[in-house]
């Protein structure tokens, strides 16, 4: 049986990518993107695509289109990412206390997704986060969801806790259906910034996938190429590190999983059924909370740039899904 995988990396304001690009899949295929895949993981501004893209409305259709996501980045990005002169004051900077408040990406999260259950998401989704109390991952599962009350979650508080990035908001503290003690979570680009090799693992582990039986899709938010010299590093100690070296993780981590799938998917099978579409971020600011309208402009071209060269790839990928 066919298995069809989509996985979304983090990267904040940068989810503007992956979103224009799956709204050309949408429209090239002519059909929403949870009728496309079996699983769809995601993490950081990919877990918040993931849930959005998942989530049912009327008569159990998609109550989004990705061109509808693609509208929060640039409608809400400056709500998100904003924090008033006090803040600033009181943070230091960003030195003692989260970059931003949460009350705005709160605000954006409840009036998208309202009171949606995981349990109730029209397909397989995996959205990671990492569990600051018990020191370990915590995965957000669809299948485990509709299984048992305390697996399930209101999709605006999976989103807050996957996009709980460190230094930029304060961690997520969000109770299950069942109640009980709360669970403590941030961003899971800590360990999984491309969760590509999450999805493939549950795709076999969970779902019974067989690798030769497998299309996967994987969405990157642009590779960082803004340099960190050797003059200025060797000085920093830990507050020039702390916001560094949370964007060497995430990047680190989505090249070596990027390699890790590629390298298992076609060591199995050399048709080509693995797709990865992402570009280095040469122009534009490649932060995580610049949502500046230049900012937002210069994604939007890249990701249009990224769809004229994919296109004979991305078409020849609707038709694998479309089958």
Not at 181 to 202: K, T
Not at 290 to 315: F, G, M, P, Q
């Given at each position: 049986m066919p298995f069809r995988v989509l996985s979304i990396d983090g990267g904040g304001i940068r989810g503007i990518i992956p979103a224009l690009i799956l709204a050309e899949l949408e429209q090239?295929?002519?059909?929403?993107?949870?009728?496309?895949?079996?699983?769809?993981?995601?993490?950081?501004?990919?877990?918040?695509?993931?849930?959005?893209?998942?989530?049912?409305g009327a008569r159990r259709k998609p109550k989004f289109s990705a061109r509808d996501l693609v509208a929060l980045y640039e409608e809400e990005g400056d709500d998100i990412f904003h924090r008033s002169k006090?803040?600033?004051?009181?943070?230091?900077?960003?030195?003692?206390?989260?970059?931003?408040?949460?009350?705005?990406?709160?605000?954006?999260?409840?009036?998208?997704?309202?009171?949606?259950?995981?349990?109730?998401?029209?397909?397989?989704?995996?959205?990671?986060a990492y569990d600051i109390e018990l020191r370990r991952p915590h995965f957000f599962k669809s299948d485990r969801a509709r299984k048992w009350p305390d697996r399930d979650f209101h999709?605006?508080?999976?989103?807050?806790?996957?996009?709980?990035?460190?230094?930029?908001?304060?961690?997520?503290?969000?109770?299950?259906?069942?109640?009980?003690?709360?669970?403590?979570?941030?961003?899971?680009?800590?360990?999984?910034?491309?969760?590509?090799?999450?999805?493939?693992?549950?795709?076999?582990?969970t779902y019974g996938a067989k690798l030769t039986d497998m299309t996967f899709v994987s969405l990157g938010t642009g590779e960082l190429t803004r340099p960190i010299l050797f003059e200025e590093a060797k000085g920093w100690g830990l507050?020039?590190?702390a916001q560094p070296i949370l964007s060497v993780v995430f990047d680190g981590v989505s090249d070596t999983v990027d390699f890790q799938v590629k390298s298992i998917l076609q060591m199995a099978d050399e048709e080509s059924r693995y797709l990865r579409i992402?570009?280095?971020?040469?122009?534009?600011?490649?932060?995580?909370?610049?949502?500046?309208?230049?900012?937002?402009?210069?994604l939007k071209l890249l990701a249009k740039e990224l769809i004229a060269t994919h296109s004979d790839a991305i078409d020849a990928m609707v038709e694998r899904l479309k089958d």
């Amino acid at each position: 049986m066919p298995f069809r995988v989509l996985s979304i990396d983090g990267g904040g304001i940068r989810g503007i990518i992956p979103a224009l690009i799956l709204a050309e899949l949408e429209q090239r295929a002519e059909r929403p993107i949870a009728k496309m895949f079996d699983l769809i993981a995601g993490t950081s501004t990919g877990g918040i695509l993931a849930v959005g893209l998942t989530m049912a409305g009327a008569r159990r259709k998609p109550k989004f289109s990705a061109r509808d996501l693609v509208a929060l980045y640039e409608e809400e990005g400056d709500d998100i990412f904003h924090r008033s002169k006090w803040h600033q004051i009181r943070a230091v900077g960003n030195l003692a206390e989260e970059k931003y408040p949460s009350d705005g990406i709160e605000r954006v999260l409840r009036e998208r997704f309202a009171e949606a259950w995981l349990s109730d998401s029209l397909t397989n989704v995996l959205v990671t986060a990492y569990d600051i109390e018990l020191r370990r991952p915590h995965f957000f599962k669809s299948d485990r969801a509709r299984k048992w009350p305390d697996r399930d979650f209101h999709l605006a508080d999976i989103a807050r806790a996957t996009s709980a990035a460190p230094t930029y908001f304060e961690p997520a503290q969000i109770k299950s259906r069942a109640g009980g003690d709360p669970v403590a979570l941030v961003d899971g680009g800590v360990f999984a910034n491309n969760p590509a090799a999450c999805a493939l693992v549950e795709s076999i582990c969970t779902y019974g996938a067989k690798l030769t039986d497998m299309t996967f899709v994987s969405l990157g938010t642009g590779e960082l190429t803004r340099p960190i010299l050797f003059e200025e590093a060797k000085g920093w100690g830990l507050a020039k590190w702390a916001q560094p070296i949370l964007s060497v993780v995430f990047d680190g981590v989505s090249d070596t999983v990027d390699f890790q799938v590629k390298s298992i998917l076609q060591m199995a099978d050399e048709e080509s059924r693995y797709l990865r579409i992402q570009a280095p971020l040469h122009e534009g600011n490649d932060d995580m909370d610049d949502a500046s309208r230049t900012n937002i402009k210069v994604l939007k071209l890249l990701a249009k740039e990224l769809i004229a060269t994919h296109s004979d790839a991305i078409d020849a990928m609707v038709e694998r899904l479309k089958d």
